[in-house]
């Protein structure tokens, strides 16, 4: 089948493979221009407020410590999915290489696969310390509100190696030096 231009240009109307319907696509307004390579790895933080993020994870932090209400020297563990946790050995490992001191108190949020460990000194929330230990191990420190310390482990020894040194720097000096 042999086409003719219109008008000196080419005809499209009876090619099956050009589209030329409306879609949703071609309507929605232009994106703000944006660098060629690797924009697409940015676009998950767009307009992520870090701020309010720690905001969020420093309040739910004490939201353990509220709810769970340790006392002073103990460990209170917070079981986040009933059918699933960590095992027992393994938590109670981890409590005794982080100690607590003795006016310091802690929450486990067990979450099945891996467990946060929340300590804190006196006043309860001056200084939050939270290692989150499993596949991936973390730790955060919190004073006044005030994020001060992040850390990644390369293993869950490495982060139990420092976990003790941690607390003491943390918790025992004194608060007027941050």
């Keep these: 089948m042999v086409e003719h231009p219109h008008d000196g ?3 499209v109307e009876n090619r099956w493979w050009v589209d030329t319907g409306k879609t949703n696509e071609r309507t ?3 994106t703000a221009e944006r ?12 307009e992520f ?20 209400h340790p006392d002073a020297g103990e460990w209170t563990t917070v079981c986040m999915v009933p059918s699933e946790s960590v095992p027992a050995a393994d938590l109670e490992r981890v409590k005794h290489r982080l100690a ?3 006016d310091a108190r802690g929450v486990v949020v067990d979450s ?3 467990a946060r460990f929340i300590i804190t000194g006196d006043p309860i929330g001056e200084r939050i310390l ?6 991936e191990s973390s730790f955060d420190c919190w004073i006044r509100g005030d994020w001060v310390h992040e850390e990644l482990f390369p293993s869950l ?11 003491k720097h943390y918790l025992g000096s004194r608060i007027e030096h941050w």
């Design 49 to 68: 407020d870090q701020e309010h993020a720690r905001t969020r994870l420093s309040d739910i932090n004490l939201k353990f410590l509220e709810e769970a």
């Design 157 to 167: 020894e490495d982060a139990l190696r420092k976990a003790g040194p941690y607390v």
């Design 35 to 46: 660098a060629p390579v690797g924009s697409r790895f940015f676009d998950i933080g767009y």
């Design 9 to 11: 240009k080419p005809a």
């Design 100 to 102: 607590l001191p003795p």
């Design 130 to 135: 939270e290692f989150t230990l499993g596949e």
């Design 112 to 114: 099945g696969r891996s």
């Design 28 to 30: 929605r307004p232009a």
